[in-house]
């Protein structure tokens, strides 16, 4: 039952899902790939808590308040293991970037968001570290070596996300070429 | 096991005659076959199940691309619950290859936490999903309390103790890590005191002896590995540095909630044990006292750590005094495998505890010379001293026997 349940929930997402498309950055090269899955590192797995416009909510670390047109609002600070919400735009783009991020607010309706879960705070330039659970990508014995000696161009990775915020990888291209396992 | 010289005075006192002495020699020898026969095939089963586990492993985690998605979650479901099907059948229903059939119930269990590992790989999961292993531990708890498994109780240890690595201290980032390694010990401390307790509880149902029996020596074995590592100070001080600069204390949530809560389940269920005793053990103040005791004090340290040696030094006498508890309770119990578990430990500190005072007093050959000899002398006496036990241990139940036959 438990297992039944497990590839339900997945298909369900496979299925009823938004497709976006996500850019990726490079990883340490010493241990991109371990075994035979691939270490994804996305653009918005790294978020700059100083970088938003004005008018959306905010997260900081270590500072109290922000200024909203007229109104000061509290700002919700974040730790080590929170689980946020990642609204995501792509600003009549291909790729999907960061536009807002929410940890006690709920994304409006038409907002496409991820769930990820801080793992890691970096005072000195104020930036939170996430991850999605959309970190590796398994391939077959052989492949890996394949995408590795790829990369050099723009990596993008399909992913599939539903109104909960879950996703599951679709496929991952490199270049014009695309691996879909 | 009766002997044949006790069979052989049986028949001089004439409590039995020379016919009767024969049918039991033939007995026992043909007890003594069947139960070599018993092992072998449990043995050969077991390894051909595990072998055949791996190998359904090995195929299908080749990730063979052309088989489609839908036909891998069949094949993988069909193996788990078939196995499960064919070992249950001929254990329980049939009951004519009991030993096949709880081996393949144990490879059930192995294939079901495969199943769940390669359908999250054809969904690119997380590598290192430790709710995968929890899943994987509590979805094979009922075989174990069902069909009182003793090999799934052992597995599932395994798969508690790989739970609580990954759920703490997996992190993609290695300074995390390094910062998180030195409450490693402490977090396997009140695991291993908590699966203790629980283990103890087991005895409160009589069916459940052997799983008890698993569960505290996973728990008591756990401990002192991690009592050990303590008594070092790279696990038992923090730097003055990471003291000044709050690193320390800079634990995720999960850390600290998950740790605070193995705290109180052991404290807790230690100290039921204590009063309720459900092990009938002789000393229960003793061993519940002691377990609750450090469950708190692994607390205090996690919570006020010092860059003062007080936690290493306590952590050293601590684990003197568990050995010393172990020793006494070996020889009050005359179980040979608890005086053969704190021989080892008290070797183990003595070694370490050695190189860590005499490293920079003596020249090294002085003292390499000096810690040979030492070693070879403490290893003869240790050994006579321990034959000398095992001898007498061996004697008492041969007087026991005695006692019973002539009333």
């Known amino acids: 039952m438990v297992i039944l349940g497990f590839v339900a929930m997945k298909e369900y997402t496979l299925r009823n899902g938004i497709e976006i498309t996500l850019k990726t950055v490079p990883v340490d090269p010493r241990d991109l790939f371990r075994g035979d899955y691939v270490v994804l590192h996305y653009e918005i797995s790294t978020i700059d808590l100083n970088s938003y416009p004005i008018d959306q909510e905010y997260l900081y670390h270590d500072m109290d308040y922000v200024v909203t047109g007229n109104r000061v609002n509290k700002i919700t600070s974040v730790k080590e293991g929170d689980e946020i919400k990642v609204v995501l735009d792509s600003v009549g783009q291909n790729v999907y970037h960061v536009s807002k991020v929410y940890k006690k607010l709920s994304p409006k309706k038409n907002e496409i968001y991820l769930k990820g879960k801080v793992t890691k705070l970096n005072d000195y330039n104020n930036t939170i570290e996430v991850n999605y659970g959309i970190e590796s990508y398994f391939v077959p014995e052989g492949k890996g070596r394949e995408i590795e000696r790829a990369r050099g161009g723009d990596t993008l990775v399909k992913v599939v996300v539903d109104q909960s915020g879950r996703s599951v990888i679709k496929s991952v291209s490199v270049g014009d070429k695309t691996y879909n396992y | ?407």
């Open chain 2, 1 to 407: 096991m009766i002997e044949k010289t006790q069979i052989q005075r049986w028949v001089e006192k004439g409590i039995i005659n020379q016919e009767q002495a024969e049918r039991i020699q033939t007995d026992i020898i043909q007890f003594k076959k069947e139960r070599s026969s018993n092992r072998f095939i449990t043995a050969i089963s077991t390894i051909g199940a595990i072998l055949l586990g791996v190998g359904v492993i090995l195929f299908m985690a080749s990730n063979w691309e052309k088989i489609p998605d839908f036909v891998k979650v069949i094949m993988l479901l069909g193996s788990t619950l078939g196995s499960y099907g064919i070992g249950y059948f001929l254990k329980y229903k049939q009951e004519s290859f009991p030993k096949v059939g709880a081996s393949l119930i144990f490879l059930s269990t192995l294939l079901f936490g495969a199943t769940l590992f390669l359908i999250a790989q054809m969904y690119h999961s997380s590598a290192n999903a430790h709710w995968l292993v929890l899943i994987w531990l509590v979805c094979i708890l009922p075989v174990v309390y069902l069909f009182e498994f003793v090999p799934v109780a052992g597995l599932t240890v395994l798969l508690f103790f790989i739970w609580i690595w990954l759920y703490f201290f997996s992190r993609n980032d290695d300074f995390i890590f390094a910062r998180y390694i030195s409450s490693l010990p402490v977090t396997y401390l009140v695991s291993g005191l908590a699966l203790f307790a629980i283990g103890g509880l087991h005895y409160l149902s009589q069916n459940y002896t052997r799983i008890a029996r698993i569960y505290r020596i996973a728990g008591l074995k756990a401990g002192l590995v991690s009592l050990f590592l303590l008594s070092f100070e790279t696990f038992s001080k923090t730097s003055k540095y990471s003291l000044e600069n709050g690193l320390d204390a800079n634990f995720s949530r999960t850390l600290l909630v998950g740790f605070v809560i193995f705290s109180l389940i052991a404290v807790v269920l230690s100290l039921v044990n204590t009063f309720f005793n459900p092990a009938k053990s002789d000393n229960p103040y003793i061993e519940g006292g002691v377990s609750a005791g450090l469950s708190l004090l692994a607390l205090i340290v996690f919570f006020f750590p010092t860059s003062t040696v007080l936690y290493t030094v306590l952590f050293n006498l601590i684990l003197l005094g568990v050995i010393i508890v172990l020793l006494y309770e070996g020889y009050h119990r005359e179980d040979m495998r608890l005086v053969n578990l704190g021989i080892f430990w008290l070797e183990a500190l003595i070694v370490v505890r050695y190189f860590d005072f005499f490293w920079d007093l003596l020249p090294r050959s002085l003292f390499f010379m000096v810690g040979g000899i030492v070693l070879i002398f403490a290893s003869v006496m240790l050994e006579k001293k321990r034959r000398k036990l095992k001898k007498r241990f061996d004697a008492n139940i041969t007087v026991e026997n005695n006692l019973i036959f002539n009333g």
